[in-house]
């Protein structure tokens, strides 16, 4: 249902071959249709919003899609009529909703804001199995470290346990500078809690000694933008993005057990000779355990990159280069198309 309906918003759209990634370069679509905000992945002139898109995510059996907007509310539109079921306040105060996860039922949201200057984010746990969801906010997270126990973690991105009766919430320190000894570049965590927000297992992430060094790399990862997460089809596995443009996993099991790490994805595809974009975003898993990785920059046409990751994170390929900023990937569920939103949308047929 999902490739059938951005289909039909892109399917006229000319192709324009670009050489060396593997997938053609398609147009600016902006000119033609007008997606909204930074989140807009398949709403066009179809669908009229109330705000700027700043988060999405289909559900599991592709008939919802729900979006967060910049206003601080969640909506569930229905993909087959294109109306929208509902529509509740999240965040008040008009905070932009920066991270969305529903679970596989469809029926449980996990949301949270965009980062603040001075403002700590909270997690919102939306129970949506009619057209009148309730809210529930979690709250802060304390700080996870002692050096840090003056400032907060918030919460960046999540995954959901099959069962549904339980998350995992990637935190990162709010404090965006070193503070009386806090080393903020390293407190990057990954946490398991409950639907209470009980916190049930804990692993700091943010600093994985390599192997190898690689230019001017430091022998730790020291990651001061915002990382990103995707969890595998079977919720096993985990992977984490860091602004260093290294992608890392972690099994989902008590302990987050560490399972691997790529190199540097810019400087393995440049030395192929290939001219990716710079940065890290959002990661897909397709079902054969690959994943589909986004690279770019702010900026409404800054230059961005499709990555595909093989399963044992070795082999690195350039898919696409796109003028979009922070691409968002997603694949349908046969994983024949691969989507790429973010101000504009872009759809590429695997096949």
Excluded at 11 to 18: H, S
Excluded at 157 to 185: E, M
Excluded at 228 to 251: E, H, P
């Amino acid at each position: 249902m999902k490739s059938r309906l951005v289909l039909c918003l892109l399917i006229a759209m000319p192709l324009l071959a670009e050489k060396p990634p593997t997938l053609p370069f398609v147009d600016n679509v902006r000119t033609r249709y007008q997606p909204s905000g930074d989140g807009a992945w398949m709403l066009t002139g179809k669908q009229e919003v109330e705000a700027k898109i700043t988060a999405g995510e289909i559900s599991a059996d592709g008939r919802t899609y729900f979006m967060g907007d910049d206003d601080g509310f969640v909506s569930a539109l229905d993909v087959k009529s294109q109306k929208i079921l509902w529509r509740t306040e999240v965040i008040e105060g008009g905070e932009a909703v920066s991270s969305l996860r529903a679970d596989p039922s469809g029926t449980k949201i996990l949301a949270a804001k965009t980062r603040g200057v001075n403002e700590f984010s909270h997690t919102y746990l939306i129970q949506a199995a009619g057209h009148t969801p309730q809210v529930k906010d979690l709250g802060e997270e304390a700080a996870f470290s002692a050096e840090c126990e003056d400032t907060r973690m918030d919460p960046i991105d999540f995954a959901w346990s099959p069962d549904s009766k339980s998350y995992i919430a990637l935190y990162q320190t709010h404090a965006l500078a070193n503070r009386d000894g806090c080393k903020v570049a390293e407190e990057v965590y990954l946490a398991r809690k409950d639907l209470n927000g009980r916190r049930a297992g804990l692993k700091k992430i943010g600093a994985q000694a390599f192997a190898k060094p690689e230019r001017d790399e430091p022998d730790e990862i020291f990651c001061m933008g915002v990382v990103r997460m995707a969890q595998n089809r079977a919720g096993s596995l985990v992977a984490v993005s860091f602004c260093n443009s290294r992608v890392l996993t972690f099994k989902t099991d008590a302990q987050f057990t560490f399972a691997g790490m790529t190199p540097s994805v810019q400087y393995n595809l440049e030395d192929a000779g290939t001219n990716p974009a710079s940065g890290a975003g959002y990661m897909t898993f397709d079902r054969a355990g690959n994943i589909y990785y986004g690279m770019g920059q702010p900026g409404a046409m800054a230059k961005s990159s499709i990555v595909k990751i093989s399963k044992d994170l070795k082999k690195i390929e350039l898919l696409a280069n796109v003028h979009m900023p922070y691409p968002r990937i997603s694949l349908d569920d046969s994983g024949r198309f691969l989507l790429a939103g973010s101000n504009i949308v872009f759809l590429y047929d695997l096949q």
